[in-house]
């Protein structure tokens, strides 16, 4: 599991941040120790009461334990890597608080220490205390089989943005369109009969009608390629003038692929933006069924508790009544029975709480069950919109590139000129 230690003051806030049940599905305090009340907040009031005797002001040692979302980990595990990580940095006979998180169908822990020695009034020193929940957490990985993170097992694999989620899949390259661009243009042309006719055909098509540099007008494409019309249209200038006019009152190429590239970052903002809103439509129906379940569970420990502390109620009752008053209680200290009943009932009050904890972890487990199923629905849906949206920006770079690259106006190809080996000699009167 992953260790997480600092030191840190602030109990009241500490103690609010622990026992929030509103960013957590369930909180539980699974053990205070050392202290005199039994209260979390209390309990961290005490630690800086003891602390006003020194000049620390970081009197508090915190430590969040998370396990693989998949393994399923019992209190007595976190208990040991507890142990264990407090005889690492010498904590193991301080007072300390242990609660554990679920969240997001995740199960983690806290323990709280102190680091107030009361015995010579001093802080305990933590020196590298980050290396040393490194190693204990390594360690924790290889005995629990479970499969480390890269960066846990190399430093240099760690991911710079310390992402959780899987990887993103890869944004796809559009391909070409299907259509010729000239063939295009060629009905753009036959269905207008006017200049303005004309570029609204191509406006529909993401096409502009501009000036060329060296020739009257060319046709600006949303990729950044250039036309000019009469090559386009198989026509001579001519022709295009006469229903085009003069050219001089048109933008200039280079203004018509500032308008594609604003062009195309609207449009692609709205299309993000119609996905954001999309993904926060199906998210909100998640988090409504969400919410249900967190209140179905809670309900159901709910139930478990009072349940368990009937049944415990009732068998301490029973075993209570074992023991018999009067002369017949007399001889049951007299013969030994007694001594006999104490025994059996103590084995089976420490069978029964092991009975309930059993029961509160299989309960626990099938919850969180549960809570991963949705988890992944919500994991696969922001992954899903997130990858759609990484794919739009990646195309509207590419294109806003493209734009953004010089493109020269497109002239015809001059002939080539013949050398004088290639000119036939003139013929000249036969001998």
């Known amino acids: 599991m992953i260790l997480k230690g600092s030191q840190r003051g602030h109990g009241t806030q500490l103690s609010r941040h622990l026992l929030n049940d509103q960013d957590n599905d369930h909180v539980e305090v699974h053990s205070v120790d050392g202290f005199l009340s039994e209260d979390v907040t209390e309990a961290f009031a005490e630690i800086e009461a003891i602390a006003k005797g020194t000049k620390c002001r970081q009197m508090f040692f915190s430590v969040s334990l998370s396990p693989p979302m998949e393994a399923k980990v019992d209190p007595k595990t976190f208990d040991d890597a507890i142990d264990r990580l407090a005889e690492a940095n010498g904590l193991q006979h301080q007072p300390r608080v242990v609660i554990f998180h679920e969240k997001d169908g995740r199960r983690h822990a806290h323990v709280v220490f102190s680091r107030i020695d009361p015995a010579s009034m001093t802080a305990i020193n933590l020196p590298h205390y980050k290396n040393r929940l490194q190693t204990l957490s390594r360690q924790l990985f290889l005995e629990n089989a479970w499969k480390m993170p890269a960066g846990l097992r190399d430093c240099s694999l760690k991911s710079p943005t310390n992402v959780t989620l899987a990887e993103w899949q890869a944004a796809k390259r559009r391909g070409k369109n299907a259509i010729d661009q000239k063939a295009l243009i060629q009905q753009c042309w036959a269905v207008s009969d006017s200049r303005a006719g004309f570029e609204a055909a191509l406006a529909d098509h993401g096409y502009r009608l501009a000036k060329g540099d060296r020739r009257g007008h060319v046709i600006v494409c949303h990729d950044g390629e250039v036309f000019t019309v009469a090559r386009a249209t198989g026509l001579r200038a001519k022709a295009v003038k006469e229903r085009l ?187």
């Open 245 to 431: 006019g003069a050219p001089d009152d048109l933008q200039s190429v280079a203004e018509a692929m500032e308008a594609h590239r604003a062009d195309v970052r609207g449009q692609f903002g709205r299309m993000a933006g119609e996905a954001r809103a999309e993904l926060a439509l199906r998210r909100q129906a998640l988090d409504t069924q969400r919410a249900a379940m967190i209140a179905t569970h809670r309900k159901e420990r709910a139930r478990l508790s009072q349940g368990q502390a009937k049944r415990w109620a009732q068998e301490t009752a029973a075993r209570k009544a074992r023991f018999q008053a009067g002369l017949s209680g007399l001889w049951q200290r007299l013969s030994g029975k007694r001594r006999a009943i104490t025994r059996q009932n103590e084995c089976e009050a420490l069978a029964a709480l092991d009975r309930d904890k059993a029961q509160k972890q299989a309960l626990s487990e099938a919850q969180l069950a549960e809570r991963r199923v949705l988890e992944e629905q919500r994991r696969m849906l922001s992954q899903k919109a997130m990858g759609l949206i990484r794919e739009m920006r990646s195309e509207r770079d590419e294109l806003v590139a493209k734009l953004s690259a010089p493109q020269p106006t497109p002239r015809r190809k001059r002939k080539r000129p013949m050398h004088d080996a290639q000119i036939a000699p003139f013929p000249g009167p036969e001998p």
